[in-house]
């Protein structure tokens, strides 16, 4: 820049000779560009050549300006403090864009009498008319300089002045007083603020979420979680954001109890690409648990997965006990899906009870599925309880599969379940099944004798169908004693014979 400037001023001295007299605009021009490049003691020299040149050339308050804020750059404000008298002296009135150059380059050199004593002069009616950024500046050093008591008086000058107050006035306030731990102040401006909506006016800049991170952090731990998401969702709707502010909030209700509040924020946050941790998701899962949504407790284990999180085993088990405590068969079924591709250890009581709900919820095929993808990955259910289960429903062509499945799997099941099935299907006149699962039960190497072998060997002969009969006949002992009463099978209840 340096470079370019030095050519510019080049051919700012070649005009003369040229013939081609520089305007008001021409030296402006200059002056700008030797003060960003920090030459301000030569855009000076420049501006003082612009007077002597000629009667009718002289600076104007854009000249002055330029200068002012070359010197608050470099911080040479008792320099910028002369250019102003200066500037006063040609009768020339300073605009409110040179008060607050200056003012600025006054709080950075910490001169508070300076300021106030222009800001008095200003109230006094002499031409500048401080604005709402005039006031956060000043309120802005007086805190940075730990002079609270000054910061609140300013803000009392603002509001005398009827001068609108933004979300930079509170934040600035607010923060100071929390760190002087007067919550109760900070609390109070925090309401004012909120009740006043600031934060959703188009005045003024744009909020800074992290600014009040203090009180809310205060309101959270104190019970009032609910008074700092009002104001937080009024600084979500200007588009700010500050991930450690949703975290604040989230744990604020979750310590309240109000842990649907705090999930409607994890979708918020996540909806806006942050990525919450664990802490977050685990303190809502065991919250929405205790609070009996585990619905609402599935779908942030599955944003905890898609956050790159892994729950821990345990918190899979208790999710699916919540479901199937209150029958939810199919969210169970697609947790469980959900954990074999995960390869999260299952829990063979959990496994049992969800096959028993899905039948008890007509989902047969899904329980089938499931059945085959526990069994596929090294699991197992509890075999003689669901067929029991089944029994008892009625259910005997699905305690038929469900045995059958056994006998593939090698699975150890008692011959009087077996003895009661049969029986059972018997009586329904399903004598096909009957069949085929005595026959299974010995292909599979099972050459027990069953009580009820008489009483399916009859139910095939009336049925007509000889060549099964005679099948079933060979393997009955010649002497065996049947009881047709079925007192000898106390395992499973007797199934009615009208299902």
């Known amino acids: 820049m340096n470079s370019m400037v030095d050519e510019g001023f080049h051919y700012f001295k070649e005009m003369s000779r040229l013939k081609c007299e520089p305007d008001v605009v021409t030296y402006n021009t200059i002056v700008d560009g030797l003060c960003r490049a920090g030459k301000v003691e030569i855009a000076r020299n420049v501006v003082k050549g612009m007077r002597k040149r000629s009667g009718e050339l002289n600076p104007n308050v854009v000249t002055y300006m330029t200068l002012i804020r070359g010197y608050c750059v470099k911080e040479d404000v008792d320099e910028a403090l002369c250019v102003l008298e200066e500037m006063s002296s040609q009768g020339l009135k300073p605009n409110e864009i040179t008060y607050n150059t200056l003012l600025k380059g006054l709080c950075e050199a910490k001169k508070l009498d300076k300021i106030k004593e222009i800001l008095e002069g200003t109230m006094r009616g002499e031409g500048f008319s401080p604005d709402t950024c005039t006031f956060n500046m000043l309120m802005h050093s007086h805190c940075n300089a730990g002079n609270l008591a000054e910061a609140l008086k300013v803000f009392t000058m603002m509001s005398e002045l009827q001068v609108p107050p933004d979300s930079a006035t509170y934040s600035v306030l607010i923060c100071s007083l929390c760190q002087q731990r007067d919550y109760s ?120 997965l898609r956050s790159s999180h892994l729950p821990k085993t345990s918190t899979f088990h208790s999710i699916l006990a919540a479901l199937l405590e209150m029958h939810c068969a199919r969210e169970s079924a697609i947790l469980v899906i959900l954990m074999l591709e995960k390869n999260i250890r299952q829990n063979i009581n959990l ?147 009208e299902c």
């Open 185 to 304: 102040k900070a609390e109070e401006l925090f309401d004012e603020l909120s009740k006043k909506q600031i934060l959703i006016s188009d005045r003024g800049c744009t909020p800074i979420v992290a600014s009040y991170k203090p009180i809310f952090e205060y309101l959270c731990s104190n019970g009032k979680t609910k008074k700092a998401d009002e104001v937080f969702r009024q600084l979500l709707k200007r588009g700010a954001q500050d991930p450690p502010s949703y975290k604040t909030l989230i744990m604020g209700h979750c310590r309240e109890g109000t842990f649907e509040a705090g999930y409607k924020l994890l979708v918020l946050m996540l909806r806006r690409d942050f990525v919450p941790d664990v802490e977050i998701y685990d303190s809502l899962i065991d919250g929405l648990l205790e609070k009996g949504k585990p619905l609402l407790a599935q779908q942030t284990l599955e944003k905890m």
């Open 351 to 497: 496994s049992t009870d969800l096959i028993r709900l899905l039948f008890s919820e007509g989902l047969r095929d899904k329980a089938f599925e499931i059945v085959g993808m526990l069994y596929d990955n090294g699991y197992s259910i509890k075999i003689e309880e669901v067929v029991s289960f089944l029994y008892q429903r009625r259910k005997l062509i699905e305690a038929c599969e469900i045995l059958r499945f056994s006998l593939r799997k090698q699975e150890n099941v008692s011959i009087d379940i077996f003895d009661q099935v049969i029986l059972g299907l018997c009586n329904i006149n399903k004598l096909r099944e009957a069949f085929g699962l005595y026959y299974e039960l010995i292909e599979n190497g099972d050459h027990q004798q069953l009580p009820c072998l008489h009483h399916l060997k009859s139910s095939l002969e009336v049925a007509g169908r000889s060549v099964e009969a005679d099948f079933v006949s060979k393997r009955m002992p010649k002497h065996q004693l049947v009881d047709k009463s079925g007192k000898s099978r106390p395992q499973l209840r007797p199934c009615c014979t």
